[in-house]
């Protein structure tokens, strides 16, 4: 498996970019999966259906499975979140995952910048930057920059410099 990540702040589109990003990586025949860190409690359940039952009534992990798709859910109940390396080996062999988010580990990462955001660059404290998607041509950047629209240039990046996972 290869490993790359998507890293910006809140609302640069890293999740718009994914969502282009992915069929373009699929047409050339690779299997993605992504991995998406929330800063926040989440929740893929709702009140009231069993599996959030089970888990409300202590279970440490539920799997709901059907004939399209399952989903394991696991609660962390106090313990530490697990690092990106412990996630990782909880995936299923493919070719290349996107992580988005985990901005602060050293995995290999394309910043999604937009200048409407207003906030700053990460490339210049983040060595594991490996290029910048950006809304408008950028000047004086020490990585390629590539068009935040252009999925078919980001894909290119992504295959030349995702990393293999050992």
Do not use: C
């Amino acid at each position: 498996m290869r490993l790359i990540g998507l890293a910006g702040w809140s609302g640069a589109g890293k999740t718009t970019l994914l969502e282009k990003l992915i069929p373009e990586l699929v047409r050339r025949g690779l299997r993605v999966s992504t991995l998406k860190h929330a800063h926040h409690n989440f929740d893929v359940d709702r009140p009231g259906k069993d599996s959030w039952v089970h888990r409300q009534a202590g279970a440490t992990e539920v799997l709901v499975s059907s004939g399209n798709r399952f989903a394991l859910m696991h609660e962390l109940r106090g313990a530490p979140e697990p690092t990106l390396g412990e996630l990782l080996t909880r995936l299923s062999p493919v070719d290349l995952v996107i992580v988005e988010g985990f901005k602060r580990d050293r995995h290999p990462k394309i910043e999604v910048w937009r200048r409407a955001n207003g906030k700053s660059f990460l490339y210049p404290d983040d060595p594991a930057i490996v290029a910048v998607a950006a809304d408008e041509k950028l000047d004086g950047v020490p990585v390629p920059v590539v068009d935040l629209n252009d999925s078919t240039a980001i894909a290119d990046i992504v295959l030349a410099r995702a990393a293999v996972l050992k």
